[in-house]
């Protein structure tokens, strides 16, 4: 093109235009929560500015260096200044950051009591004077402390805290805080999972090439005190354990140790058996030489020591083994050999002792030949073993006795298993919630479940004190998260989806947060900092959740999503006429009711829970009506607690979902000039399907259920 004049006038407006018109601020969400935009309360930033006009780390490592990088970083950004790093203190507020070991500075502060209270993770943060300087000081034990301290500063700050006489001593409830993919080698994600895209990890690439994403999925993990992470899937594919993948693995480490996360990896109880039986029956191969991986051979004990060993040559920090054996066909030491769970965990909690490393057993077992109340069946394998394990297994139990459902009751192993460390498996990633497509806030309830009181000893056995390690005092204790993590530019699909990993954070490390101040923090940090707005997409998250109870499996019902897949509704029989676990196996509906009877009358699955649970779910007056069909095969016409029978119940409930997904639209319209334009558009769209979703739901199941309850649906206000 020839530079007219006109032209050259057109494009000095436009360049006038772009510099003085504040360009509209798209966000693609890929920052998380960690965008540190510059702070707009005038009073608070200047408050800041005065306190944090300089950042003071004494000391040398990696993670120091990932401090300076970030406190530098959210510092810049929320007071819109340039503040300097230094490593002395000079005039004016300052933030000063160190252990004992490495800062002189630190160690003039009678700092001794709080410190020896932390542990290796803790941090605390704390208002004083130095030399006559107003300072803020974060200290702990080790840098990885700092670096928790440091993003916890972060967070009061764009929340918007004071700091006048700050002092927070804190440290983790549970020890390991992991998040478990289920991501495979070839870059997709187990049975279809990968709701937000595929998985992040680039295989073919690594160990040559290393994506910068893996640093800021690891800065972003530790800014919530996620500690540890489990790449592949638990459908382990034995590959993995090969010399050249290990090499991949070590890549990974190297770039999460710094922020405190080590690596474990998921394995394949079948690895030691040469690829040559691979079409053997159920023995599929492996990637060793043996004929076998019976528990109790000593050529496989063998085999798996010296796997440990390579593996802990080059990743000296290595956290262990995931397992999921004798489970959904995965190979396992039960019908293969003829062995427990415990030799089978065992076994491999010996080649993993000598280098502290750990095995996560998981406990999702069932099975219909011999157990046809599937919810039943991990209590049965697995408690009589209680105290057989070595004292580095875990047992993984998800948190409900099915399988993530949008509501269960609490997994009855809990509490059971008072001499064998439980690990709590959640899942962050929606299977059965709506994947990627539904805003539905998971903090409640996990919750719901932490506080779920167990009686194992009496009043006050919460899960949160099982897996915490206070009721039993567990040796270990551990959480885990199944991630919602895949390739997509903001991470989890959906921008709410966020939420929820940042939720399972924030309760891995204090599960007495409450869901409302992590919802709280979340949205301060992400979308927007006016309160009224805060208040208003607080209120949407909240209740999201038992939304997505109602219109999917209200009062007890569970599993009636399509096979397979997990997103939409599906009531009745698929074409194959089989009805083990599916829908038709799971509500039971006929003319007479609807629901599964696990009371004394049924499956008698009610006995596994301790009194009075036992007694309270097996009554049918007593059953908590979140319960209800869960437990009990129930008439239409049973009066509910509202005085409505339950078929309207049931109906109400169905409409009343909806209807919260509505109100949703509504408020997320209202709030449109507060939140980013691109955020906005995204949410809204992802709003629109779910409602149309969850009509679906309703629809189909209301008239599904209406053939077998003979009665008219009821007008809904
Ligand atoms: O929830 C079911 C899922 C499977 C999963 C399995 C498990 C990875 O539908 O996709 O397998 O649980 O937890 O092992």
Not at 306 to 320: H, R, T, V, W
Not at 337 to 361: K, Q
Not at 475 to 500: E, K, P, S, Y
């Amino acid at each position: 093109m020839k530079y007219s004049l006109k032209n050259i006038n057109i494009l000095f407006v436009l360049c006038i235009v772009v510099s003085v018109c504040p360009a509209a601020s798209a966000d693609d969400g890929y920052n998380l929560w960690m965008s540190y935009k510059k702070l707009d309360d005038a009073k608070t930033l200047k408050a800041y500015q005065q306190a944090f006009s300089s950042i003071v780390i004494e000391g040398q490592s990696e993670t120091l260096d990932i401090i300076r990088e970030e406190v530098k970083k959210g510092l810049d950004g929320l007071l819109g200044v340039d503040v300097p790093v230094r490593n002395t203190l000079d005039t004016g507020g300052a933030l000063v950051i160190g252990t004992r070991r490495q800062s002189q500075i630190i160690q003039k502060l009678d700092l001794s009591d709080k410190l020896a209270t932390l542990g290796y993770e803790g941090f605390l943060i704390k208002s004083t004077k130095i030399n006559g300087i107003p300072t803020v000081v974060i200290s702990a034990n080790e840098d990885i402390g700092l670096l928790y301290g440091s993003f916890h500063l972060l967070r009061l700050m764009q929340t918007g805290q004071s700091f006048k006489n700050v002092d927070i001593c804190s440290k983790p409830k549970i020890q390991y805080r992991l998040l478990d993919h289920w991501d495979k080698l070839d870059g997709t994600i187990s049975d279809q999972r990968g709701y937000a895209g595929k998985s992040l990890w680039k295989w073919d690439e690594l160990p040559d090439k290393i994506d910068p994403r893996y640093k800021d999925y690891a800065r972003a993990n530790a800014s919530i005190g996620i500690n540890g992470v489990v790449p592949n899937s638990v459908n382990a594919d034995p590959t993995i354990l090969k010399p050249e993948y290990l090499k991949k693995v070590a890549k990974l480490a190297d770039v999460f140790r710094p922020y405190g996360i080590r690596v474990f990896l998921s394995v394949n109880f079948s690895s030691p058996i040469s690829a040559k039986f691979s079409e053997d029956g159920n023995r599929k191969g492996g990637i060793g030489n043996l004929n076998t991986s019976d528990p109790c051979d000593p050529e496989v004990r063998q085999w798996w020591k010296d796997k440990a060993k390579e593996i802990y040559q080059l990743i000296p920090d290595f956290g262990g083994f995931l397992v999921k054996a004798s489970s959904e066909g995965m190979p396992g030491p039960q019908q293969q050999y003829n062995r427990t769970h415990a030799d089978g965990a065992n076994m491999l909690a010996e080649a993993l002792a000598p280098y502290g490393g750990i095995v996560m057993w998981r406990s999702f077992v069932y099975n219909a030949d011999v157990d046809p109340d599937r919810s039943k069946r991990a209590y049965k394998e697995f408690v009589p073993f209680d105290g057989k394990f070595s004292p580095n297994v875990f047992i993984q139990t998800k948190n409900g006795p099915i399988d993530f459902q949008p509501r269960e009751p609490l997994n009855s192993l809990f509490g059971a298993m008072p001499n064998t460390p439980l690990m709590l498996e959640l899942q962050i990633m929606q299977e059965y919630l709506g994947h990627s497509k539904h805003l539905v806030y998971l903090a409640p309830m996990w919750k719901e479940y932490l506080e779920f009181d167990t009686y194992a000893k009496g009043r006050g056995s919460t899960l949160a004190s099982i897996i915490d390690g206070s009721l039993h005092n567990y040796q270990m204790t551990g959480i885990a998260g199944v991630t919602n993590i895949g390739d997509d530019r903001n991470w989890c699909g959906h921008l709410f989806g966020q939420a929820n990993w940042y939720a399972f954070g924030r309760l891995a490390w204090d599960h007495n947060l409450s869901s409302e101040t992590i919802a709280n923090e979340w949205i301060r940090m992400t979308l927007s900092r006016k309160s009224k707005v805060v208040k208003q997409i607080q209120s949407m998250m909240i209740g999201s959740r038992e939304a997505c109870v109602n219109y999917m499996t209200p009062l007890g019902l569970h599993h009636i999503m399509q096979e397979g897949f997990h997103y939409g509704p599906q009531p009745s029989l698929d074409k194959s006429g089989r009805v083990d676990w599916t829908s038709v196996y799971y509500h039971r509906a006929d003319v007479n009711g609807l629901g599964f009877d696990r009371s004394s009358t049924g499956s008698n699955a009610t006995s596994q829970y301790f009194s009075p649970n036992a007694e309270i779910f097996d009554s049918l007056k007593r059953c908590p009506e979140k319960y209800l069909l869960w437990f009990h095969h129930v008439s239409w016409d049973h009066k509910m607690k509202s005085g409505r029978t339950l078929w309207k119940e049931l109906c109400r409930r169905y409409y009343k979902g909806v209807d919260y997904v509505k109100k949703m639209e509504h408020t997320w319209d209202a709030i449109e000039k507060d939140i980013d334009p691109e955020i906005y558009l995204h949410v809204k769209e992802k709003l629109a399907t779910q409602e149309k979703d969850a009509a679906i739901w309703r629809d189909t199941c209301v008239s599904y259920f209406q053939k077998f309850s003979n009665r008219p649906v009821p007008a809904y206000k």
